[in-house]
T-cell receptor, first 114, second 113 residues
């Protein structure tokens, strides 16, 4: 069956450390993968997109990797801050014949403690 | 730009009533998506439009749900009749082209009692 799995447990990280979130998928062949941040009571906010032919993407303190052989993406936040506390969602895109359709994972709740 | 605008923010209705959710996408965005979010099922894609035309409605749960996009600046999601299991947060999102990140609205929290 098709699945997108993110860290099942909430992640608690000490401020200043690097937070690493995982996104694994099975029986999908995405052309690209996106990461979003969602705060309570709000809609998801787009952070980064990485394509299947890219290994790594960076934006400020964020880094995303994409391994199509392992069917995995890693999302890193370096020098984490309490303001980074939120739920982070990965989303697979370019599936089937519908390039614009994306399917979301269930998300990982990240807490950064001072 | 005001972003994607959804209304109402909260809706409480009785079982059996008709509910209409509204969305105004970002001007110039050709793609519009309706998602539903619950604790149990996460974010589920219900339907999406390209240039006002419905492209994929395979996520619409049943015939009680319908969506329209009469023009580039407005879309509705209607549930008739509503049931308690429809209670969720409904998000509208828009995008300028394939592969671009989506911009989500603030959502409509629907409670059916």
């Amino acid at each position: 069956s098709q699945k997108i799995e993110q860290n099942s447990e909430a992640l608690n990280i000490q401020e200043g450390k690097t937070a690493t979130l995982t996104c694994n998928y099975t029986n999908y062949s995405p052309a690209y993968l996106q990461w979003y941040r969602q705060d309570p009571g709000r809609g998801p906010v787009f952070l980064l997109l990485i394509r299947e032919n890219e290994k790594e993407k960076r934006k400020e303190r964020l880094k995303v990797t994409f391994d199509t052989t392992l069917k995995q993406s890693l999302f890193h936040i370096t020098a984490s801050q309490p303001a980074d506390s939120a739920t982070y969602l990965c989303a697979l895109g370019g599936l089937y014949s519908s390039a614009s359709k994306i399917i979301f994972g269930s998300g990982t709740r990240l807490s950064i403690r001072p | 730009d005001a972003g994607v605008i959804q209304s109402p923010r909260h809706e409480v209705t009785e079982m059996g009533q008709e509910v209409t959710l509204r969305c105004k996408p970002i001007s110039g965005h050709d793609y519009l998506f309706w998602y539903r979010q619950t604790m149990m099922r996460g974010l589920e894609l219900l339907i999406y439009f390209n240039n006002n035309v419905p492209i994929d409605d395979s996520g619409m749960p049943e015939d009680r749900f319908s969506a329209k996009m009469p023009n580039a600046s407005f879309s509705t999601l209607k549930i008739q009749p509503s049931e308690p299991r429809d209670s969720a947060v409904y998000f509208c999102a828009s995008s300028s082209r394939v592969g671009r990140g989506y911009t989500f609205g603030s959502g409509t929290r629907l409670t059916v009692v």
